[in-house]
């Protein structure tokens, strides 16, 4: 069975810090996609990025960057240099890889807010 | 990108009665569809997998015959929550899914009184 757990259910931090928000995954599928959401107060998730499980590279888009590490099941996000409108709840999310008809798992997401 | 809407985005209704909520693939058809629910600060759960021209696959512990599913089309998935009770006052979120791509609609926020 899959399972995504989000060890930290709420984060503060003031604006300009740096913050990361883990991730572990388990899954007996040898191919898989990991993804992370971010849900504002809206309620609408907002896809932030997917990675399957051939590219163990870290990835960077702005001040976001994510670490994959399939050796400790983990794929972690940093926010770096934080800001207010980052304030919401963030899903990382695991699913089969190309078979279709596949839901995602969801972790039980992690809160974060940001002080100015 | 692909869209996807719902609709209605927010439904207050009383107890006993029940609700539709549309999901619609806007621009592209999806054979997939699937329906998740939030409770108030959780995560998302699915609850059923719904595919086009056959019959909705439900997760354990959710009702069949309380949550209506139905893919009519290649556009179009239903939700129907029958005989609404306040338990049932939750956020509910479709995906559709386009060659292994999930796209998630925005929501419904449902509230029973």
């Known amino acids: 069975a899959q399972k995504v757990t989000q060890a930290q259910t709420e984060i503060s931090v003031v604006e300009k810090e740096d913050v990361t928000l883990d991730c572990v995954y388990e899954?007996?599928?040898?191919?898989?996609?990991l993804f992370w959401y971010k849900q504002p107060p809206s309620g609408e998730l907002v896809f932030l990025i997917r990675r399957n499980s051939f590219d163990e590279q870290n990835e960077i888009s702005g001040r976001y960057s994510w670490n994959f590490q399939k050796s400790t099941s983990s794929f972690n996000f940093t926010i770096t240099a934080s800001q207010v409108v980052d304030s919401a709840v963030y899903f990382c999310a695991l699913s089969e890889l190309y078979s279709g008809n596949t839901p995602l798992v969801f972790g039980k997401g992690t809160r974060l807010s940001v002080i100015a | 990108g692909a869209v996807v809407s719902q609709h209605p985005s927010r439904v207050i209704c009383k107890s006993g009665t029940s609700v539709k909520i549309e999901c619609r693939s806007l621009d592209f058809q999806a054979t997939t569809m699937f329906w998740y629910r939030q409770f108030p600060k959780q995560s998302l759960m699915l609850m059923a997998t719904?595919?086009?021209?056959?019959?909705?696959?439900?997760e354990q512990g959710v009702e069949k015959d309380k949550f209506l599913i139905n893919h009519a089309s290649l556009t179009l998935s239903t939700l129907t929550v029958t005989s609404a009770h306040p338990e049932d006052s939750s956020f509910y979120i479709c995906?559709?899914?386009?060659?292994?791509?999930?796209?998630f609609g925005p929501g419904t926020r449902l509230t029973v009184t």
């Open positions: 899954t007996r599928d040898t191919t898989y996609y």
């Open positions: 995906s559709a899914e386009s060659t292994y791509e999930q796209y």
């Open positions: 719904s595919n086009e021209g056959s019959k909705a696959t439900y």
